[in-house]
């Protein structure tokens, strides 16, 4: 019978001991809670300070916030993340094609944040003689400030460049729309407004010279737009607030000049291989 095949424990015996110990380690291991970094346990998932930190510095919370007011908020969140990460593993959803490339997209992210963070560090703090040569420099950014109210036509940039030329050659929107559908680029055709003084230095200075009704084109991050420039607007910054804006302008110029020699840097020494038909074009 299947009762005489059970094995008589006598108690104190070594097998005793290590059943109690486990059945006590299984126990202890099903009774999380809140207590200490701990701020809540949920379905067995803690949830730290730690947590409750990261999710703060993800909503871009300032730092004169009260951080221990906002922490229930914080927490809700956290906790409903949480639930709703449960549910969808549940339905297997952590299985699927687009969970895996975007858990790869968003850990990239992550540590591509950290590794800028661990290269460039803070930048030196500019003096006062640089943020006026970069006030000087930089009209479009303070004095000459203006808001511009643009016609655009916006459309992925063709693999053929020779076409966004040919097309931006011609001396209206219309004219320029018609060729470009023409080439069978899909074209949207929309209004637009531009603070100068929102812009990087060095474009900036390059549409303020431009005259009224003139059109420019801009290419970046796979999409091009083409412009006119309808009207403008003087927009003259506070001078009380040159130097602050000036200074956190070089600030972020001296960073992307950091990241952008360590970019090269990492690509001189990877090996990468391109699909020819993606390969990005000199220029």
């Known amino acids: 019978m299947l009762l005489d095949r059970r094995t008589s424990v006598t108690p104190g015996s070594p097998r005793t001991v290590a059943a109690v110990a486990l059945a006590l380690l299984l126990l202890s291991g099903c009774s999380k809670q809140p207590g200490g970094q701990v701020l809540a346990v949920v379905n067995n998932d803690e949830i730290t300070q730690q947590e409750l930190r990261a999710q703060a510095a993800a909503e871009n919370t300032p ?4 951080f221990e007011a906002l922490a229930p908020q914080l927490l809700d969140r956290v906790i409903q993340r949480n639930l709703l990460a449960d549910y969808a593993r549940d339905q297997g959803l952590d299985r699927g094609p687009e969970y895996v490339a975007r858990r790869r997209q968003m850990e990239q992210m992550l540590l591509a944040s950290l590794a800028i963070r661990k290269l460039v560090g803070t930048p030196p703090q500019p003096t006062a003689q640089q943020a006026q040569a970069y006030i000087a420099a930089n009209p479009a950014l303070f004095a000459g400030r203006e808001r511009l109210t643009l ?8 693999k053929d460049m020779n076409v966004v030329r040919d097309a931006a050659k011609l001396d209206n929107l219309d004219a320029i729309e018609g060729k470009l559908r023409e080439k069978g680029v899909a074209v949207q055709r929309g209004n637009a407004v531009l603070d100068t003084g ?3 230095g060095d474009i900036a200075r ?3 010279v431009l ?3 003139e059109i420019f084109d801009l290419t970046a991050d796979g ?3 083409i412009s006119r420039i309808a009207a403008r607007t003087p927009l003259a910054t506070d001078k009380a607030n040159w130097q602050r804006i000036a200074m956190a302008a070089l600030q972020r110029e ?3 000049k950091a990241i952008g020699s360590k970019m090269e840097e990492l690509r001189k020494n990877a090996k990468i291989k391109y699909d020819p038909d993606y390969q990005p074009k000199a220029g």
């Open 63 to 66: 730092a004169t916030v009260d």
């Open 223 to 225: 999409t091009t737009i």
């Open 198 to 200: 929102a812009i990087p």
């Open 254 to 256: 001296q960073l992307a």
């Open 151 to 158: 016609e655009q036509l916006r459309f992925p940039t063709p």
């Open 211 to 213: 005259p009224t009704g």
């Open 206 to 208: 390059q549409i303020a």
